[in-house]
C-alpha cells in the first residue's frame, strides 16, 4: 500500500473523502449491449484506436466493459504512472493473460504475479543491465554486419526490401543470442525455420485469446497449434540442455554468467526455492516475446517518419557520419552512446507510434484512482499515447520534430523535462522494461547502419503512411524500400 502524496491512484482509505467520490459504474462511456457489454464495437486489430477516440469522446476516465469484463480507460499521465508504480501488489496481471501464457509456454516474468515475479525479475535485470550490454555488443555488431550484407545484395540487385520481415529476423537474432546464449541467424536462413514459423503462429494466438471478448480458442485451439508448442518447446529444452553442458565443462560460469540463459540456469540450480525448469524454459521465451516486435516495430516507424522528413533524415546521418563513419557500423557503445540526435528521433517516434499504445493491468482490491472508487477485479486500461500528443504539453504534438528531445536546443526545452514523465514508451514504475537499453542499442546500431551505408531510392506504403495494426503490438503495415548502397567507401 502506498502513502507517497504524489500517488493519484491510491488504495480506498488513503484516497479523497468518500463523498466526493463518483461510483465506478457511474462514469461515462460507451453504451453496449447485454451481456456481451461493448465486445462488438471492439475490433482487436484497432483496439488501441477505439480507446483513443472514445478517450477523446468520454474524456480522461471512463468505462466500458467486454462481455463479464468490467474496464476503467485512463488516459491522464499522472494517473498512469501511478496505477504501473502500484504493482505487483496493488494491479496484477490478469488471469486471461497468465492463462494463455501458461498455454503457449511464455509464462515468465511478463505474465508473473507477486513473489514469483520478483524472484524473476531480478535475475531477468541483472542478465539486462547495460554493462552486461557492453559484453554483449560484439555480438549485437556480428548480427548488424549481416543486416548490412543482406540490404547490399538486395540493394544490389535492385531487390524490393519487406522491410519488417528483415527487422523482426535483425531483433530475433539479437534476443537470441541473449536469451539462448547462440546466435540463430534467422537473417541468413540458419535456424529459421525451427523458431520462427513457430513463432509466427504462437504471438498472434496470444494476442488474439488475450484481446478476444471470449477466449474460445482455449477450448477449441486452431489446428496445429500444439505441433507449433510443442516443437518450440522441444527446441528451447535442446538449448538449455546444451547451455548446462557447458556450464558443466567451465562451472565459472555460474558465478559469472555471460548470457542470460547461463544466468537463469544458475539461479535454477543454485536455490532450491528459486526458479523451476518451466519458470527457465517460460522466461528464456518470453524475451522472445518481449524483445522481438516491440523493437522491430519501433524500428519500423521510425525509418518511415525519419525517411518522410529529408532534414532530419540530413542531421541524422552528418552525427552517424562524424561519429561511426560513413560506410561504417556501430563499433562500441561509446559511439552509440553519442548518436544524441538518433536518440531523439526515435524518442519522438514512439511519442508518436508507441508500439505498446495501451497497458493493461487488473485492480487486485479496492480502489481510488483520480475521483473514482474503483471495486476490486476491474481492469485498468492505461492508454498511453493521447497525453504524448496533448497540444497543453506540445508544441506542434503531431509534428515529427526530434530537437524537442535534445534539453538546452529548443525553446521546449524546460517543458520537455516534464515530458519525458509523460511519454512512457516502456511503461514505468516496478514493472517498468527492463530491455529498455537493449532496445535502444539494437534501434542505434541498426539506424547507424542505415543512414551511414544506403539512401532510401523508394518507399512504398500505403496513401497516408503505414496502418497502424494491433497484435501483440502495433505495427506498420504495408512498408517496402528500395534500398541504394550509399556512394562513399564502405570497406570496413
Ligand atoms: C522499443 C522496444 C521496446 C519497447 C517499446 C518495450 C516496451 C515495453 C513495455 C511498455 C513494457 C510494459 C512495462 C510496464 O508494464 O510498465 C515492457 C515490458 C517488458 N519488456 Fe520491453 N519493450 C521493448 C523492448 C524490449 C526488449 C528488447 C526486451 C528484452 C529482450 C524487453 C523485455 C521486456 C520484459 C521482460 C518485460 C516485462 C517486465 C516485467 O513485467 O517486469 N523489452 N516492455
Not at 482509505?13 to 464495437?41: M, S, T, V, W
Not at 555460474?254 to 528459486?274: H, K, T, V, Y
Request: hydrophobic share 40%.
Amino acid at each position: 500500500m502506498s502513502a507517497d502524496p504524489t500517488d493519484h491512484a491510491s488504495p480506498t482509505k488513503a484516497g479523497p473523502p468518500a463523498a466526493r467520490l463518483r461510483r465506478f459504474f457511474d462514469l461515462p462511456g460507451p453504451k453496449g449491449l447485454p451481456l456481451l457489454g461493448n465486445a462488438l464495437q471492439i475490433k482487436p486489430e484497432a483496439f488501441h484506436q477505439i480507446l483513443e477516440g472514445w478517450t477523446e469522446q468520454y474524456g480522461a476516465l471512463f468505462r466500458f466493459s467486454i462481455a463479464e469484463r468490467d474496464f476503467l480507460c485512463v488516459s491522464d499521465p499522472a494517473l498512469n504512472a501511478s496505477v504501473l508504480k502500484q504493482r505487483p501488489e496493488g494491479f496484477i496481471k490478469g488471469p486471461r493473460l497468465v492463462q494463455v501464457c501458461k498455454e503457449l509456454g511464455f509464462h515468465g516474468v511478463f505474465s508473473a504475479n507477486g513473489e514469483a515475479w520478483r524472484r524473476q525479475r531480478q535475475i531477468v535485470l541483472a542478465g539486462l543491465d547495460p554493462a552486461h550490454l557492453k559484453t554483449f555488443l560484439p555480438s549485437i555488431e556480428v548480427v548488424t554486419a549481416r543486416l548490412r550484407a543482406r540490404w547490399f545484395s538486395d540493394a544490389q540487385s535492385d531487390r524490393e526490401i519487406d522491410l519488417m520481415t528483415d527487422l523482426m529476423r535483425y531483433t530475433v537474432d539479437v534476443t537470441t543470442c541473449l536469451a539462448f546464449g547462440r546466435n540463430l541467424n534467422t537473417l541468413e536462413g540458419g535456424d529459421h525455420d525451427v523458431i520462427q514459423q513457430h513463432l509466427n503462429v504462437i504471438f498472434p494466438t496470444l494476442a488474439r485469446r488475450v484481446l478476444a471478448p471470449i477466449d474460445f480458442e482455449r477450448w477449441l485451439p486452431k489446428p496445429g497449434l500444439r505441433q507449433h508448442v510443442e516443437a518450440l518447446q522441444g527446441a528451447v529444452q535442446k538449448f538449455i540442455r546444451e547451455e548446462r553442458q557447458h556450464i558443466e565443462r567451465r562451472p565459472e560460469l555460474m558465478q559469472r554468467p555471460e548470457n542470460l540463459l547461463q544466468a537463469l540456469i544458475a539461479a535454477c540450480d543454485r536455490e532450491s526455492a528459486g526458479l523451476s525448469d518451466e519458470d527457465l524454459s517460460g522466461n528464456v521465451l518470453t524475451m522472445l516475446l518481449a524483445g522481438e516486435d516491440t523493437t522491430a516495430n519501433t524500428l519500423g516507424w521510425l525509418i518511415w517518419l525519419l525517411h518522410d522528413h529529408p532534414d532530419e533524415w540530413k542531421r541524422a546521418r552528418n552525427e552517424v557520419d562524424a561519429i561511426v563513419g560513413a560506410g561504417q557500423i556501430p563499433r562500441s557503445t561509446d559511439q552509440l552512446s553519442q548518436l544524441d540526435f538518433v536518440e531523439a528521433c526515435a524518442n519522438e517516434a514512439m511519442r508518436l507510434k508507441p508500439v505498446a499504445p495501451i497497458n493493461i493491468v487488473q485492480a487486485a482490491h479496492d480502489v481510488v484512482i483520480g475521483d473514482v472508487a474503483v471495486p476490486s477485479g476491474v481492469f485498468v486500461t492505461c492508454v498511453m499515447r493521447p497525453a504524448g500528443v496533448d497540444a497543453n504539453r506540445f508544441d506542434e504534438p503531431k509534428a515529427f520534430r526530434p530537437t524537442r528531445w535534445i534539453d538546452g536546443t529548443h525553446a521546449e526545452g524546460e517543458r520537455m523535462m516534464g515530458a519525458k514523465r509523460v511519454v512512457m514508451p516502456f511503461g514505468g514504475g516496478p514493472r517498468v522494461c527492463p530491455g529498455r537499453y537493449l532496445a535502444l542499442a539494437e534501434i542505434k546500431m541498426v539506424m547507424a547502419t542505415l543512414l551511414a551505408n544506403f539512401d532510401i531510392a523508394q518507399m512504398r506504403t500505403p496513401e497516408g503512411g503505414p496502418a497502424e495494426y494491433m497484435s501483440l503490438t502495433m505495427s506498420p503495415v504495408g512498408l517496402t524500400v528500395h534500398l541504394s548502397p550509399r556512394a562513399v567507401s564502405t570497406s570496413s
